[in-house]
């Protein structure tokens, strides 16, 4: 069993900056690939980025990439997502979770956080 809880939402203004954390506990964190999800509202939840068990890898959804920079913490058993030039259309609340596998398909993560809400004003 993992337990998952995001923090670092909040409301900033287009152009700005958040950087949030998942913090982990329970069975070995270092041994799960984390991915960040998001929803937004009426719509449906798509993929923002995962990193390797390892860190070794990360792969980014189009419409992040070179805005979003996704890292982890074994010792701390944190992932982290540095959002930087934020965009209204950001506005979502933003879920982290853990699986077996690096995927971008939320069907491989087995275990999910509550979420956090990130709100992007024009």
């Known amino acids: 069993q993992v337990q998952l809880v995001e923090s670092g939402g909040g409301l900033v203004q287009a152009g700005g900056s958040l950087r949030l954390s998942c913090a982990a506990s329970?069975?070995?964190?270092?041994?799960?690939?984390m991915g960040w999800f998001r929803q937004a509202p009426g719509k449906e939840r798509e993929f923002v980025a995962y990193v390797s068990w390892s860190a070794g890898s990360t792969y980014y959804a189009d419409s992040v990439k070179g805005r979003f920079t996704i890292s982890r913490d074994n010792a701390k058993n944190t992932v982290y997502l540095q959002m930087n030039n934020l965009k209204p259309e950001d506005t979502a609340i933003y879920s982290c979770?853990?699986?077996?596998?690096?995927?971008?398909?939320?069907?491989?993560?087995?275990?999910w956080g509550q979420g956090t809400q990130v709100t992007v004003s024009s």
């Open positions: 979770a853990a699986g077996t596998t690096s995927s971008t398909w939320s069907g491989v993560y087995r275990y």
């Open positions: 329970g069975r070995i964190f270092s041994s799960y690939a």
